[in-house]
């Protein structure tokens, strides 16, 4: 099955790339990786702002990663043009605004590496990963994701 079918399966409809709100470019492709520039969560086309353990809980951040990892494929699909030509999904770093006590950052990420994992296939979307705690994100929100990428 090909990524676009998986994505119409689940009922995904990847977004357009979002304008960078700072001084950077939203991907850079060295050789046959791709690099995708953190991307925060958004609700409704604005900020998801909150923090873990203090106004939200891990199944509301899990579900913003969601997000962010639907945001990161429209991204990619930019980048590449084709889905179909990533070869593995490399890395993903994930900041989690969280207070000092809130500890399942691991899993407020699950949100975004279980759907890659479904949406690439096992192979291709099982990645290294590193999730952290940070004291705040950009514009408040709640997760940011930045990941890495093989292509044909």
Known sequence: MSVYDKLSQLGITLPPVAVPAAAYVPFVQTGNLVFLSGHIAKKDGKPWVGQLGKNMQTEEGKA?????????????????????????????????????????????????????????????????????????????????????????
Do not use: Y
């Open 64 to 152: 913003a990663a969601r997000a962010i990892a639907i945001d990161l494929m429209g991204t990619l699909h930019a980048a590449v043009g084709d889905l179909n030509r990533v070869k593995r999904i490399v890395k993903l770093m994930s900041l989690v605004n969280s207070t000092g006590d809130f500890t399942e950052q691991h899993l407020v990420t699950n949100g975004a590496s279980e759907l890659l994992g479904e949406v690439f296939g096992a192979q291709v979307g099982a990645h290294a990963r590193s999730a952290f705690g940070v004291a705040q994100n950009p514009l408040g929100a709640c997760v940011e994701i930045e990941l890495i990428a093989e292509v044909a």
